[in-house]
Every structure is written in structure tokens, then in C-alpha cells.
């Protein structure tokens, strides 16, 4: 038989557990229009941080790669980027002009992220697309990322309302089944009614497949959520499981009325 304080001791830990917040991380890269009518330049930041609940940030250290993918053509961005903090923490900035017309996949690999709370790495590996003089292709191109997610409706001028749909890749090959994670970047006036409305999940099917209908204006994050094929040590030095995220970012807007 279990003894008195025992029983206490798990009553406790599990009011405790059942009161630690629920985040989810997601690593942001956010430019400042997702379609350029007229061309021009864009500004991303890049974030680490809880979307929903607007933190906390976490620090993030210079990333292993940043670039753009434009007409078949990747550009090494690192060297542009600047540090722009965010409630204390690391984060990034970068502006790049926009010249050509077409769809322009801005993309990030962070450095491997310890979350000690779960025991494991994060990497997540995360992109967005940005449309100049609003051509309407290359939206669907493919970075090569390890873990991606390929748009399957055009992620850029979407309507609040409208659904989004992508296949989730690993190494280059459809995740059946993968667990995908959904927050938007809350403003602060919204109020979740309790943890369960915090992080939307969603499963692919046997094809790797996705569909979530966004039902509010802003950027949505879309994070398929895998495991790494090889671990990496702990600073511990014990072995630790990797999560590898694949994240792509959709603003939805809404229709303005007459």
C-alpha cells in the first residue's frame, strides 16, 4: 500500500504539474507585409518565444544558417543580420530589397535550443514567404530544409477564414501522421479561456497532409513537430532526444468592407 505521505506527495505533484503552463515554442520569422504590390523592401525578425501568451522570449543565439530563397537561387543572409533584443533576450533583424517579382522564402536553422523542462533539444527549422509586386508564383518552392512544411494552398493574400494546407517533409519525404502545432501572434486582446485554447493540434494523414481553417487576422504559425533521427548530448553529457520542427508563418487578412 502506498503510505499517507506518499499519497500526498503525488496529490501535490500532480496539482503542480496540472498548474504549470502549457507553451509551446515556436521560433518566428516575421516579415513586415507578406506581399509587396509595388516591390521594395522587407523587414524580418526573428523570435523565440510563446505566440499566444506573448512569452516569455527566450534567448536565441546567432542562428547556424538564414537566407532567401528567390527564383532557384539561395542567399546567405547572415552576414545582414543584426541583433534586435526582445524583453531582454537575444532576437534578430534583417532587410533585404525586393527587386524581382516573385515569391521570396526567407528561412531560418536556429542553434539547438536545451529545454531542460522536457529534456531535449529544440531545433526548429522555420520559413516564410514574401510575395514582391504580388506575382503570385514560386510561393510553393522548397528550401531543402531537413524537417519542411510545402504549402499546398498559396500562403500568401489570404482572407481571415480561409484554409491552409501543406504536406509535411522529412528529408524530403511526406511525415504520415505528423503532429502539427497552430498559434497566432496574439496582440494581447485576445484571452484564451483556459490552456486548452492556447496551442490548436492537428494531425497529417497517412500522406503527410494538413488542413486548419484560420479564424482571425494576423500570422499563424504552423509547426510540424519530429523527432530527430540522431540524438545529441545533454550538458549533462547523457544522451537527449532532438525535437525538429518544421514551422512556416501565414498572415490571414481581412476583408475590408465598403
Not at 503570385?136 to 510545402?150: K, N, S
Not at 509535411?168 to 494581447?188: H, S, T
Not at 500522406?207 to 545529441?232: I, K, Q, V
Request: hydrophobic letters at 45%; a negative charge.
Amino acid at each position: 500500500m502506498i503510505g499517507v505521505s506518499r499519497k500526498i506527495g503525488l496529490v501535490v505533484g500532480f496539482l503542480l504539474g496540472a498548474g504549470a503552463p502549457a507553451w509551446s515554442h515556436f521560433q518566428e520569422i516575421i516579415p513586415s507585409a507578406d506581399v509587396l504590390p509595388e516591390g521594395g523592401s522587407v523587414t524580418v525578425d526573428l523570435v523565440f518565444t510563446h505566440p499566444v501568451e506573448g512569452g516569455p522570449v527566450m534567448e536565441m543565439l546567432a542562428p547556424v544558417q538564414m537566407g532567401v530563397l528567390s527564383g532557384g537561387a539561395v542567399t546567405d543572409l547572415l552576414p545582414a543580420l543584426e541583433q534586435k533584443p526582445v524583453d531582454g533576450k537575444s532576437a534578430w533583424t534583417v532587410t533585404r530589397d525586393l527587386v524581382e517579382p516573385g515569391a521570396s522564402v526567407f528561412f531560418v536553422e536556429p542553434q539547438p535550443y536545451w529545454e531542460p523542462s522536457e529534456g531535449k533539444y529544440i531545433v526548429h527549422y522555420s520559413k516564410v514567404v514574401v510575395d514582391s509586386y504580388a506575382s503570385g508564383e514560386g510561393w510553393d518552392e522548397l528550401v531543402g530544409l531537413p524537417v519542411e512544411i510545402q504549402p499546398l494552398v498559396r500562403p500568401t493574400g489570404v482572407w481571415t477564414g480561409n484554409a491552409f494546407r501543406g504536406v509535411v517533409l522529412k528529408n524530403g519525404q511526406p511525415a504520415p501522421f505528423a503532429e502539427i502545432e497552430v498559434e497566432f501572434i496574439n496582440d494581447g486582446s485576445v484571452t484564451p479561456p483556459n490552456d486548452a485554447f492556447i496551442t490548436q493540434v492537428i494531425k497529417a494523414d497517412a500522406n503527410g497532409t494538413f488542413s486548419y481553417t484560420m479564424p482571425r487576422a494576423g500570422w499563424w504559425g504552423f509547426a510540424a513537430l519530429l523527432e530527430g533521427d540522431t540524438p545529441m548530448q545533454s550538458p549533462e553529457g547523457a544522451d537527449a532526444p532532438v525535437e525538429q520542427g518544421a514551422l512556416i508563418w501565414v498572415k490571414a487578412t481581412d476583408m475590408a468592407g465598403d
